[in-house]
DNA sequence: TGAGAAGCGGGACGTTGTTCCACTTACGAT
DNA sequence: ATCGTAAGTGGAACAACGTCCCGCTTCTCA
């Protein structure tokens, strides 16, 4: 038995910064962004990329587990750092809304292994629909929304008015997610 | 007023030779084929692909068209040829598959163009629900088919049936197809 | 501090989309 | 039948991208 020895600090770091520009460029240019323009904005060479995600869905999914991660952990945090539970909710939907971007393209990288993106599914729903549930019932409390909607439909409704083809300039998904949001509102 | 001079036989021998090639390839490679392959194909070279179709949106729509109209006429020639009317509708149901391909692709091809698809696709129902329905009717009436299912919704059914990701050698969309038409069967 | 392993960058190559133009061919006038 | 011409053609040339690979650099541990 020989000691596996850890992963070298830099290499950490590379793919730190890997997986901070792939999220940006996903956002900038959806998930079909070239592999070279990647590497250049996390500053690596494009064999780091091919070594750490040797496949574009590897870098898909791994860019998907972060921002899940870090949308799960921000719903808590907004919560407690702003004056408004609807404030806090609006920015937390704002990070959804990005999500989204990347999500969506999942499905296209991930053409094949069907099963492999379900499960990613379920991981997504079983660690947000709480949050976000958290986030709706503050803002209910404090009177600052009015709707009984649930959790999983706000979700799903947010989801939806997020499905567009890229690079249509007449359909601005955040727009419509805004006015979703102020029909929440008490007036 | 100048007079217009009609297209070249050539011309029009090399376009009708585009869009067969085109038909095949969308089948054999999916609707993203490359150009090249497909100006193989057809004999002819990669320029005159373009000048006929600018866009691969325009390939796809004529190949589109083209087959919406040969499923159309099938139906009555193949309810003519036949014994069998159930004979009659599985054979046009096969073709009906195959045009379904380019279908699917159409959706991915035209990205922007939302009004142009759904044009599109008011013709396709407009002209393949009626011809649907006559084989049904026919296939009934010779108590080949026991099920009072409506044309739209059977086609909806085979649609569906053959959503899937190019390439998944798990998910067979004709078998699934045959057994369907099975269903309608008296046993 | 030095040797060896781990990781890196980016050059090189293959594939595909797209443009362009010198050459070829069909058509209509004569 | 012949010929001038506009229409049409093929494929070379270029650009953008994914992918592989290897000489060099950097980290780690003793």
Redesign the interface.
Known sequence: MEAVRGKRSDAMRNEQKLLAAAAEMFLEAGVDAPIREIAARAGVGTGTIYRNFPTRADLVIAVYKVQVEACAEAGPSLLAARESAFEALEEWVDLFVDFLVTKHGLAHAM??D?SGFEALHAYFLERLVPVCGDLLTAATKADEVVSDIKPLELMRGIGNLCIT????PTYNPRHLVDLLLRGLQAH
Chains 1, 2 share one sequence.
């Open positions: 053409q094949s069907m083809r890229e690079g249509d």
